[in-house]
């Protein structure tokens, strides 16, 4: 039998998302049934994982965001016949290179202008970076439409959600799930107290330490609720958030005759990164298979609002605007980098997130549409220089 082929891209390979897409590629490889042929390989600083992914999938370039390691690299693949770039500039023109689909998983918002490169060269794009949607869904949309490619989700709840909706007729709402992280049960007096390792040590998923402490605030899923009304081109108020400790329904369509096709699958991101690349084909992967006699019970609460004001913030932005959603992603950013850094409390990471889009809902930016990627940059700036504002505003504070 021929070997499915396709020719891929992975921006972010040495992050959490690449290197399970490593694991994906080199599997299905060893098992003969695909054949994963690696156009570019790009990563932010980590040049020694980058040139150890290199030796063993041989892309025909590696591109390594930091100029200042561009000799190092340069030194690691010496003889190879891979080609080697550096920066913001070989980033763009890498993801542009033709290839069957583009695995977008640079971490932030700081992703948004290498995807947009490849939806404008044509090429599809495996989404993994929610930021990208956040801040540049409509400008994302308007390239893949002109160019004539398609944008596939990664993450788990809207790879889900993919599966599940079918054509889409008939359908009423959408349900994504939530595992509630690591301070589900914890009380406000708990997290208020709690440093950035407890935030990071997610119960269920291994994910990088920003997407861990997005967990634990519930603001990963205040994102992926955007992600999906953007993805789905479905209003916010048809969308549902349900905590389910065990993270193993990931997604849900509810149908107007009643019916709930739901995705159930252990939660390993290999699964949906398999799905995303091989697609409409499935991969085969080494991921556990799912006993369901064995997990006995799944389990589902309402998310509470009190302790996580996530989703609550990000309805508010969805009905506020682009502008605000970019101010929402980008003063999360800013907040999350404080709090590792200990320039603040767990609970002021939502805060800080709530009086920076109370400062935009009011200021000269409001109706801002998001158009381009400068106007993007602008508001990415302004939403940070707020939650700096907030911060210093009251030096004490330590979520409390």
């Not at 409509?138 to 398609?150: F, I, Q, T, V």
């Not at 080494?286 to 004001?309: G, H, I, M, S």
């Not at 767990?346 to 920076?356: G, K, N, Q, T």
Request: charged fraction near 20%; proline fraction near 4%; hydrophobic fraction near 45%.
């Amino acid at each position: 039998m021929i070997p499915l082929v396709r020719r891929i891209s992975i921006f972010g390979s040495t992050g959490s998302i690449g290197q399970s897409a490593f694991d994906v590629i080199r599997h299905a490889n060893d098992a003969g049934a695909v054949e994963f042929q690696v156009e570019a390989l790009v990563a932010g600083s980590n040049v020694e994982a980058l040139a150890k992914q290199a030796l063993i999938l041989r892309p025909r370039i590696a591109v390594i965001a930091d100029e200042r390691c561009r000799g190092e690299l340069s030194h690691r693949l010496a003889g190879t016949g891979i080609e080697v770039a550096a920066g913001k500039t070989a980033m763009n023109e890498a993801a542009a290179r033709p290839c069957d689909r583009v695995l977008a998983a640079i971490v932030g918002e700081a992703g948004l202008e290498s995807t947009l490169s490849a939806l404008r060269a044509g090429n599809d794009v495996a989404i993994a970076n929610k930021e990208s949607i956040v801040c540049g869904g409509p400008l994302m949309l308007e390239e893949a439409n002109l160019s004539g490619s398609r944008i596939l989700p990664v993450d788990s709840e809207h790879s889900a959600i993919f599966q599940c909706m079918g054509d889409g007729r008939g359908l009423e709402s959408l349900t994504i799930t939530a595992s509630g992280g690591p301070f589900r049960d914890w009380t406000l007096e708990q997290m208020a107290s709690a440093n950035a390792s407890q935030a990071a040590a997610h119960p269920v998923w291994s994910m990088g330490i920003k997407n861990s402490i997005d967990s634990a605030s519930l603001m990963n899923k205040a994102l992926e609720f955007i992600e999906a009304a953007v993805l789905f081109d479905i209003s916010a108020d048809r969308i549902e958030v349900l905590v389910h400790p065990q993270s193993i329904i990931h997604g849900m369509a509810h149908f107007h005759d009643g019916s709930v096709i739901a995705q159930l699958g252990m939660p390993d991101m290999r699964t949906p990164i398999s799905y995303a690349l091989g697609w409409p084909d499935r991969i085969l992967t080494t991921v556990a298979r799912l006993n369901l006699a064995q997990l006995a019970k799944l389990e589902f609460a309402e998310v509470d609002e009190l302790r996580f004001p996530a989703i609550r913030l990000a309805r508010h932005a969805m009905s506020a605007g682009p502008g605000a959603r970019v101010i929402l992603n980008c003063a999360n950013e800013a907040a999350v980098s404080a709090f590792i850094s200990g320039e603040c409390g767990f609970l002021d990471i939502s805060r800080s997130v709530e009086a920076a889009l109370e400062c935009f809902s009011s200021g000269n930016f409001a109706s801002s549409k998001c158009e381009t990627l400068e106007e993007i940059a602008e508001l990415s700036r302004y939403g940070r220089f707020l939650v700096s504002d907030w911060l210093s505003s009251a030096p004490c504070r330590a979520g409390g």
